[in-house]
């Protein structure tokens, strides 16, 4: 029963939020090299991409 030693400690609740948070965008968690190497074997993006400019808002139009 070695893997009731994983819950005999609460999680922080920091790491609970990244969880939570990673799973509801259907997205990895872990550092940057991670998620490269999960990029490159599924061959398609894991990470979620910055969003784009308001393209109603003036500084859009202008540029």
């Given amino acids: 029963m070695k893997y009731l030693a994983l ?12 969880i939570r948070t990673a799973t509801s965008k259907a997205q ?5 090299r991670f998620k490269a190497k999960v990029e490159k074997m599924l ?3 894991v ?3 910055p ?10 139009k202008n540029k």
């Fill in 7 to 18: 819950f005999s400690n609460p999680i922080p609740k920091a790491d609970r939020e990244a």
């Fill in 28 to 32: 990895g968690l872990g550092n940057h």
């Fill in 43 to 45: 061959n398609r993006q």
């Fill in 47 to 49: 990470q979620q991409k």
């Fill in 51 to 60: 969003r784009g400019d308001d393209r109603r808002s003036e500084i859009f």
